[in-house]
T-cell receptor
Framework: DQQVKQNSPSLSVQEGRISILNCDYT??????FLWYKKYPAEGPTFLIS?????DKNEDGRFTVFLNKSAKHLSLHIVPSQPGDSAVYFC???????????FGAGTRLFVKA | DAGVIQSPRHEVTEMGQEVTLRCKPI?????LFWYRQTMMRGLELLIY????????DSGMPEDRFSAKMPNASFSTLKIQPSEPRDSAVYFC?????????FGSGTQLSVL
């Protein structure tokens, strides 16, 4: 059973437009959520995170929204750039520990 | 800081052989994770250590897989015997907070 789900395997967006990547989770004990970006032949790198006590966190072009009642989070990238083309992983961890569960990833294509 | 270092980068072996993957975490990080990436399941957590002690190995697929962390600066993931379905990219990550730092991974191919 997948505790963190990314139901869209891929997403294609035009440069300059908004990219919205979605993630759902089932474990109500998760209290910290993260997004990682992965380029080919490299390990994932941390992008942005949000604590369960917040509903929004913004860092430059990247914003993460958390809807606890729906157990849903999303990553918004605006404006999207060709260099944003990568696989994006949603991840979550429980309070009191760093055990981190990842989703299957969404491949983002940003067309110039 | 050199980051998390994994070796080898690529490993090709034959079914039935023993495979050992190695990881050097970032100095000062007290948690270490082994993940496996496949097309079907994304990033699966295999096992994680805290202060060199295995905390959760529920993701280890079967007894053919074992992991050790003899000290704070080294960990191994061993597969014995290896099978073609073990072919995947294996990542090691370390952390001292919720934020994980990943190595570049080991691409394992079992023929």
């Amino acid at each position: 059973d997948q505790q963190v789900k990314q139901n869209s395997p891929s997403l294609s967006v035009q440069e300059g437009r908004i990219s919205i990547l979605n993630c759902d989770y089932t474990n109500s004990m998760f209290d910290y959520f993260l997004w990682y970006k992965k380029y080919p032949a490299e390990g994932p790198t941390f992008l942005i995170s949000i604590s369960s006590i917040k509903d929004k966190n913004e860092d430059g072009r990247f914003t993460v929204f958390l809807n606890k009642s729906a157990k849903h989070l999303s990553l918004h990238i605006v404006p999207s750039q060709p260099g944003d083309s990568a696989v994006y992983f949603c991840a979550a961890s429980e309070a009191g520990g760093f055990k981190t569960i990842f989703g299957a990833g969404t491949r983002l294509f940003v067309k110039a | 800081d050199a980051g998390v270092i994994q070796s080898p980068r690529h490993e090709v072996t034959e079914m039935g052989q023993e495979v050992t993957l190695r990881c050097k975490p970032i100095s000062g990080h007290n948690s270490l994770f082994w993940y496996r990436q496949t097309m079907m399941r994304g990033l699966e957590l295999l096992i994680y250590f805290n202060n060199n002690v295995p905390i959760d190995d529920s993701g280890m697929p079967e007894d053919r897989f074992s992991a050790k962390m003899p000290n704070a600066s080294f960990s191994t993931l061993k597969i014995q015997p290896s099978e073609p379905r073990d072919s995947a990219v294996y990542f090691c990550a370390s952390s001292q907070t919720e934020k994980l730092f990943f190595g570049s991974g080991t691409q394992l191919s079992v023929l």
